[in-house]
């Protein structure tokens, strides 16, 4: 069973930095492709950040680029979104995922379908 719990959020205020973690449990953590996607209220969940599985190549929604960087550290099993200079409407539930994929190595679309688990999010406000 594949479990993923994020934690690091908070309440902040604009132009402040948040490491948001996501510990992941189960099989192997190298054949899973991870993502951070995040929901601000009334609005669908949104692509942020995606990182192959072994940290090699990532990639980003156009408006995070520059401010957030996504990482992992396959011997803790964890991986990281980095969020500098965070604004109002970064304020959004951070969800972290996971899509098993042991033979191919890349990263997956923005596509929230594409990702076969998901953690219970964490809450980031950013306060102007």
């Known amino acids: 069973q594949v479990l993923l719990r994020e934690s690091g959020g908070g309440l902040v205020q604009a132009g402040d930095s948040l490491r948001l973690s996501c510990a992941y449990s189960?099989?192997?953590?190298?054949?899973?492709?991870m993502a951070w996607f995040r929901q601000a209220p009334g609005k669908e969940r949104e692509f942020v950040a995606g990182i192959s599985q072994s940290g090699g190549i990532t990639d980003y929604a156009d408006s995070v680029k520059g401010q957030f960087t996504i990482s992992r550290d396959n011997a803790k099993n964890t991986v990281y979104l980095q969020m500098n200079n965070l604004k109002p409407d970064d304020t959004a539930v951070y969800y972290c995922?996971?899509?098993?994929?042991?033979?191919?190595?890349?990263?997956?679309?923005?596509?929230?379908?594409?990702?076969?688990?998901w953690g219970q999010g964490t809450q980031v406000t950013v306060s102007s």
């Open positions: 189960g099989r192997t953590f190298t054949s899973y492709v």
């Open positions: 995922a996971a899509d098993y994929r042991p033979l191919r190595v890349g990263i997956r679309g923005p596509s929230a379908s594409d990702y076969d688990y």
